[in-house]
T-cell receptor, first 114, second 116 residues
């Protein structure tokens, strides 16, 4: 199926651990994003990559490090996890960096830090 | 700076009622795009509509309709004859025309509960 897929769907981990979330899209899109949705459902962009190049970094702690090995993949690595990192993380892609094409979102990864 | 305001945090209706979700936006750009997304209880984000700033025609898709008014910077969403399956969080979002700003700015969402 054509889609944006992210793994894992659920992630429960202890404070201080390091974890990664993977995202892949097979839509042929050039641009990929990570969004964070907090407990109040607010969606906020974290990062954006266009053809493997970082184009948006929205004042995210440097414990968060995105990596894009190719334009179909955008992974998110988080070091030294904190309680406040608990959220749902959405990966998305769009045809190009001009976001008027809209986004296709993955199904989300619910991260719980205990 | 871009801003999207969804003043209604929660709305509760009874099935078959019509309901309108409000969205007010702010942008300095003359070219911009507006979106609505649906997030059902299962959690995924579902694209509903995209509208560009030059097209003020209202749009209807089945029970869904959208009213875009540049004069009031609003892009409201109406569900006619609501159903329980419409229960979800609905997000309005804004994007300018590329330039140096490559992101969608979302409103805080409106939780719609449709009761049987």
């Amino acid at each position: 199926d054509t889609a944006v897929s992210q793994t894992p769907k659920y992630l429960v981990t202890q404070m201080g651990n390091d974890k990664s979330i993977k995202c892949e899209q097979n839509l042929g899109h050039d641009t990929m994003y990570w969004y964070k949705q907090d407990s109040k459902k607010f969606l906020k962009i974290m990062f954006s990559y266009n053809n493997k190049e970082l184009i948006i970094n929205e004042t995210v702690p440097n414990r968060f490090s995105p990596k894009s090995p190719d334009k179909a993949h955008l992974n998110l690595h988080i070091n030294s996890l904190e309680l406040g990192d608990s959220a749902v993380y959405f990966c998305a892609s769009s045809q190009a960096a001009q976001t008027h094409y809209g986004y296709t979102f993955g199904s989300g990864t619910r991260l719980t830090v205990v | 700076a871009q801003k999207v305001t969804q003043a209604q945090t929660e709305i509760s209706v009874v099935e078959k009622e019509d309901v309108t979700l409000d969205c007010v936006y702010e942008t300095r750009d003359t070219t911009y795009y507006l979106f609505w997304y649906k997030q059902p209880p299962s959690g995924e984000l579902v694209f509903l509509i995209r509208r560009n700033s030059f097209d003020e025609q209202n749009e209807i898709s089945g029970r869904y309709s959208w009213n875009f008014q540049k004069s009031t910077s609003s892009f409201n969403f109406t569900i006619t004859a609501s159903q329980v399956v419409d229960s979800a969080v609905y997000f309005c979002a804004l994007s300018d025309d590329g330039g140096s700003n490559y992101k969608l700015t979302f409103g805080k969402g409106t939780l719609l509960t449709v009761n049987p």
